[in-house]
């Protein structure tokens, strides 16, 4: 048996492996290329990002663009849960939102950026409507299928207990949904973030994606770079806190693969 | 539960269970915003920002009519066609190699994985610094977002490839060649199949993505695409109607797609149904 901490220390160690070895390809491509316009070598990026870390513009970047992502995110699960939970639990509720959650859903929320440039113009509202659109549906298409695969025989001993309705929806079904709901919230999670950055890049005044936009219209690659390294960050840290909220709130699906 | 409850609900229910009542109660809510739609629309100012339904059928036919909506359409199917070709077998042969070969999904897994968590249209502004906007950077945009999902379930597929297979297969004297098309590879297939289709989603989600942006990025000549139509719609005419009936275009083609890989999946893998 390998210790947890072995585990840990191996894969930073397979990790940091990689990333020293694409660091290196960097490096000599750029050195080969010998063209720092289109293929900065690492170094100066590294003090490109430090240089955007010490003047604030990345906080600044990260509060703004996370604040707009936390919301509207929080909006979706508060409006998609709910939804969806109604159309796993009532065949009617199912119904009669299913075919519009159908037609719409094919339209990526990217699709509306030109829409909402007419309505909005460039925005705060513009992101915050696209990172609804995007994550709203996981949350309602997962809820509801979380909802209908809880155990009927759990529902039935609940009733023959004597649980009444709101006490059995409360303590059976939605605990039986928290599996599926937290898988439409990682994909969730995924899908708007990636929004995010598009609708930034196109259509705000500032935050994370207009930062790397705005780098390549000064046609500075080496702030382009240090910006996306940054977003990969960003992307990184959001994955991992999902994937840690996942583990700590259905402790019974570790191991098994969700939603990939 | 009492038992007069249940007894009600039964003769509530039953007349619904009439195919014929299901689809008037499902098509009810999308019918009834259409109408409130047309209504609401007759009340707005007659300008093109402003789409109301009768402006996008107008719009549909008279793009259709001027041929710009095929070609459009056909500009970026070509290019999410070539994307997806290269993410396909890139990702595939790469993710295959990956699940069959711990060694390499030791050096490979961490890029993989750190690539994946940077927001494919991060990269936009570089490829554009590089490639400039026309068909190359769309198509390395679109092949960057349709790789990742096809690696990750191409490392799964062969991953669960059951190993006694392969190890009957090898007593039984298969060569290396019969080993991989006889057992491995149509043991990853359904997974392998399931990569391509979430490809295809993601294809189309970064054409759009990837033809807006280097769109609102060029400074006079235009590199085509529904994408870039729409921003043209907005950015030089302002017509709402153009644009929704771009959108219609895009959600109904990137349906088309996948229905159509969803067919070749249960064809090609009868087998694997229920996933």
Redesign the interface.
């Known amino acids: 048996m390998i210790s947890a901490q072995g585990i840990t220390r191996s894969i930073f160690f397979t990790y940091l492996r990689t990333m020293a070895l694409v660091v290196v390809i960097w490096w000599a491509a750029s050195a080969w290329l010998a063209r720092p316009y289109l293929l900065p070598a690492p170094e100066r990026v590294a003090a490109a990002a430090l240089k955007l870390l010490t003047t604030g513009k990345v906080t600044a970047a990260v509060a703004v663009s996370g604040q707009r992502l936390l919301l509207s995110y929080l909006l979706a699960a508060g409006i998609g849960i709910p939804l969806g939970v109604g159309m796993g639990l009532s065949r009617w509720v199912a119904d009669v939102f299913d075919w519009l959650v159908e037609m719409i859903r094919p339209i990526s929320g990217i699709a509306w950026i030109p829409v909402l440039l007419v309505v909005f113009g460039i925005s705060n509202a513009l992101p915050m409507a696209i990172i609804f659109y995007a994550a709203v549906f996981p949350f309602v298409l997962n809820s509801a299928s979380g909802v209908r695969h809880v155990d009927p025989r759990l529902t039935s001993a609940a009733k023959v207990l004597g649980a009444k309705r709101w006490r059995i929806l409360l303590t059976v079904i939605l605990p039986g949904a928290v599996p599926d709901i937290m898988t439409g919230a990682r994909v969730a999670a995924s899908n708007s973030w990636m929004a995010l950055i598009v609708a930034e890049l196109i259509g705000a005044p500032n935050g994370l994606g207009f930062s790397v936009g705005y780098a390549q219209e000064l046609g500075n690659a080496t702030l382009v770079l240090a910006w996306i390294v940054y977003i990969g960050v960003c992307g990184y840290v959001l994955d991992t806190t999902l994937h840690w909220l996942q583990g700590r709130l259905t402790p019974w699906r570790v191991g098994l693969k969700v939603g990939e | 539960?009492e038992p007069g409850t249940a007894v009600r609900r039964t003769i509530a229910?039953k007349p619904?269970d009439l195919a014929g009542a299901?689809v008037v109660?499902?098509?009810?809510?999308?019918l009834f915003?259409l109408v409130l739609w047309y209504v609401l629309s007759l009340g707005w100012p007659r300008s093109p920002?402003f789409?109301t339904p009768v402006g996008v059928l107008q719009a549909f036919i008279e793009l259709w009519a001027k041929g710009s909506l095929q070609t459009g359409a056909l500009v970026s199917i070509e290019r999410i066609l070539t994307a997806f070709v290269l993410a396909t077998v890139l990702g595939g042969s790469v993710g295959l190699l990956m699940g069959y070969w711990s060694a390499l999904d030791?050096?490979?897994?961490?890029?993989v994985h750190?690539?994946r968590?940077?927001?494919?249209?991060?990269?936009?502004?570089?490829v554009?610094?590089?490639l400039g906007i026309g068909d190359a950077a769309v198509i390395s945009i679109v092949a960057y977002a349709a790789f990742f999902p096809m690696t990750?379930n191409a490392i799964?597929g062969a991953r669960n490839i059951d190993r006694n297979l392969i190890d009957v297969a090898r007593v039984l004297g298969a060569s290396r060649l019969t080993l991989f098309g006889r057992v491995f590879f149509p043991a990853a297939l359904p997974s392998l199949l399931v990569g391509a289709r979430l490809a295809m989603g993601s294809a189309?989600?970064a054409v759009?993505?990837a033809e807006?942006?280097s769109g609102?990025?060029a400074t006079q000549s235009a590199s085509g695409g529904l994408g870039q139509m729409?921003?043209i719609?907005?950015a030089y005419s302002?017509n709402?109607n153009y644009?929704?009936a771009?959108?219609?275009t895009?959600?109904?083609l990137?349906?088309l797609s996948?229905r159509l890989l969803g067919a070749l999946y249960r064809r090609l893998t009868p087998w694997a149904r229920g996933t």
Do not use: E, H
Not at chain 2, 25 to 30: F, G, N
Not at chain 2, 106 to 111: D, H
């Open positions: 539960m229910i619904l299901r109660v499902r098509a009810a809510l999308p915003l920002r789409a030791g050096w490979l897994g961490p890029l750190t690539l968590s940077i927001a494919p249209y991060a990269w936009i502004p570089l554009i610094l590089w990750v799964t189309w989600i759009v993505a807006l942006a609102s990025r729409m921003y719609f907005y302002i709402l644009i929704v771009c959108i219609i895009v959600g109904v990137a349906l996948d």
